[in-house]
């Protein structure tokens, strides 16, 4: 009887073995040991991204248009899920107990933010699962970051709450510190404590130190140190923190906001370094997207004659790294990218 692995369990077993051998290379994507072990299953390693883009998600006024949001949102959780209904996918992804989190970005404020239409269609799509509204908390690091991106706080107990970290008692972190890896760091208890599972949501820019700020690297809003860790272009430490438990067995899906995207200048907004892009990377694998979302600004970067992150000295090496971890696939060859 063959028994088929999922990807990441793979990449576990993938890990467990180059530890014995103590061997890192054992692990590139890219080698011949990679390649043949359990080739019969290489299909199983496969990603999907799903690039939702239309011109209309921004409407003649230049607002975000919720109905086409939602509709491209739907169509894209089908085909991650290989679901035939959207109610079957967003239960595919979410249970009626979950408590789920989704973490913004809202350092840039209303300027570049994820779009309260994109937080809205999230929202609806979880509700469909059978959450209840209450159980659902939108959240960042701060309350004042969230009212700046346009985002009301909401406490009560009725209908879903939106809070910074710094709302709860205490500052809102954990008194003790959690090792993993090159980390060393105090979690939110939203994201350690109340949540059960995480929506990641993301905007599409560059980093002028990671290189790139998309999903993975969305998650230094959840620790209380991250000033600590930009050191090497973020690496490993943005892969070993991905890696702790409370982001990686919580997280269940990433909406990257790329209606507004930036390929130079990051993390702060610098509008002459921005294009209307006017499109969304959806997926459950966060270095696949990431990776995709690399190669966007690449392409961008490109068109306007500027140097390749590489050779500016921020290539968003995390990536590879987290690849490595076992927390998703890297190599483009193995990501499918589904334009819709």
Not at 270 to 282: S, Y
Request: with cysteine; net charge positive.
């Amino acid at each position: 009887m063959t028994i088929k692995k999922s990807r990441r369990e793979f990449l576990k077993d993938a890990t467990s073995i180059g530890t014995g051998l103590c061997t890192s290379s054992l692990l590139l994507s890219n080698s011949s040991f990679f390649n043949t072990l359990y080739a019969e299953d290489r299909t199983s390693l496969r990603s999907r991204v799903i690039l939702a883009k239309d011109k209309r998600f921004i409407n003649a006024n230049g607002k975000a248009d919720a109905t086409v949001i939602r509709m491209a949102m739907d169509s894209a959780l089908l085909k991650i899920t290989n679901s035939e209904k959207p109610l079957n996918a967003w239960r595919n992804l979410f249970n009626k107990n979950d408590i789920v989190g989704i973490k913004l970005n809202c350092l840039a404020g209303n300027r570049f933010s994820p779009h309260t239409e994109i937080v809205e269609a999230i929202i609806n799509g979880i509700k469909s699962a059978g959450v209840r509204e209450s159980n659902i908390i939108i959240f960042e690091r701060f309350n004042r970051e969230l009212e700046s991106a346009g985002f009301n706080i909401r406490r009560g107990s009725n209908g879903f709450k939106c809070f910074g970290t710094d709302d709860l008692p205490s500052g809102g972190y954990d008194s003790k510190p959690l090792m993993m890896g090159s980390i060393g760091s105090c979690f939110s208890k939203i994201a350690s404590s109340l949540c059960t599972a995480i929506v990641n949501v993301p905007v599409l820019k560059d980093h002028d130190l990671a290189g790139v700020s998309i999903g993975m690297k969305n998650f230094f809003g959840i620790i209380h140190n991250p000033n600590k860790y930009h050191d090497s272009n973020c690496n490993p430490y943005v892969a070993d923190l991905n890696s702790h438990p409370f982001i990686k067995d919580k997280l269940r899906l990433i909406v990257c906001d790329a209606l507004k995207a930036q390929y130079h200048g990051g993390p702060a907004f610098k509008p002459q370094w921005t294009w209307d892009f006017r499109g969304m990377l959806i997926g459950t694998d966060p270095v696949a997207l990431d990776r995709v979302g690399a190669q966007i600004i690449e392409k961008k970067r490109k068109e306007v004659n500027m140097s390749s992150l590489k050779d500016a000295g921020r290539e968003p090496k995390y990536i590879q790294t987290a690849a490595r971890l076992g927390l998703g696939v890297d190599d483009p060859s193995l990501i499918d990218v589904i334009a819709i």
